[in-house]
């Protein structure tokens, strides 16, 4: 089903306690972003950002309610989600900021609701985000940027970059954030933005060039202000060579 026929699902009835964010970081060669959508009642009102969400179906399940909210909200499709979690504290819903959006956007504003969380890596140059449904705006805002959002929303965040932070010293996710052709300093920067400390330069390449993750190329960057630096790409036969014989974490 495609997620312009879930997104014509208006005769189909909302679940009041139940919802889905969603955490989509993206790199712009520079630092970590995260897509966010404002809301707002009213000119007057304060805008507010948020991660884009909203409630599911009854009849559709969870992950297909991400997909298509994230559509709804921001445009965005064909993207790959993973769960990072529930959140259900019983304080959600303590900004009387937020109740007042609630009380003009649904049927049953005080109703206890659970979100489900998902959360993805995407290369920022490829998805330009066109908001829609209750989203006055959606954009790209660095995550160094972001210190309050709707809700528990802030939380929400912090889960998923722990949960990135994990993943990156085990798995090649960061090469979902860059393009297809990449420096070495510029990977490195991807690392040190996510793991949000520095890494010592002459280490950090001597470890991606001794595991082979990375290919060199025969093209170097053109039109740059100092040395052109050689481009690589990420080989993943030679990943999934590594995760077959047991390798499990890169000691970042």
């Not at 049953?108 to 908001?131: D, G, K, M, W």
Request: include cysteine; aromatic fraction near 10%.
């Amino acid at each position: 089903m495609s997620l312009n026929n879930m997104s014509s699902k208006n005769n189909l009835e909302l679940n009041p306690r139940i919802s889905v964010d969603c955490v989509i970081f993206g790199f712009d060669l520079n630092q970590l972003k995260v897509l966010v959508i404002e809301r707002s009642i009213s000119d007057s009102d304060k805008q507010i950002l948020t991660l884009p969400g909203d409630l599911i179906y009854e009849a559709e399940n969870l992950e297909i309610a991400a997909d298509r909210v994230l559509f709804e909200l921001t445009g965005l499709e064909t993207i790959f989600l993973e769960q990072v979690g529930a959140f259900g504290d019983t304080d959600r819903l303590n900004k009387e900021a937020d109740k007042k959006w609630l009380r003009a956007v649904r049927e049953e504003p005080e109703a206890r609701v659970i979100t489900i969380a998902y959360f993805s890596l995407v290369n920022i140059h490829e998805y330009a985000p066109q908001a829609s449904s209750f989203a006055k705006s959606a954009a790209w805002i660095p995550l160094n940027e972001i210190d309050e959002l709707a809700f528990d929303h802030f939380d929400i965040l912090q889960t998923a970059l722990k949960k990135l932070k994990n993943k990156i010293r085990i798995q090649p996710v960061g090469f979902n954030l860059l393009p297809e052709k990449f420096t070495l300093s510029q990977l490195q920067k991807l690392y040190e933005a996510i793991l949000g400390r520095e890494l010592d330069k002459r280490n950090f390449r001597r470890k991606m060039l001794k595991l082979q993750l990375v290919e060199m190329l025969e093209e170097r960057q053109e039109k740059v202000p100092h040395k052109p630096s050689q481009y690589f790409k990420f080989n993943e036969t030679n990943y999934n060579i590594l995760i077959e014989n047991g390798f499990d974490n890169f000691g970042f």
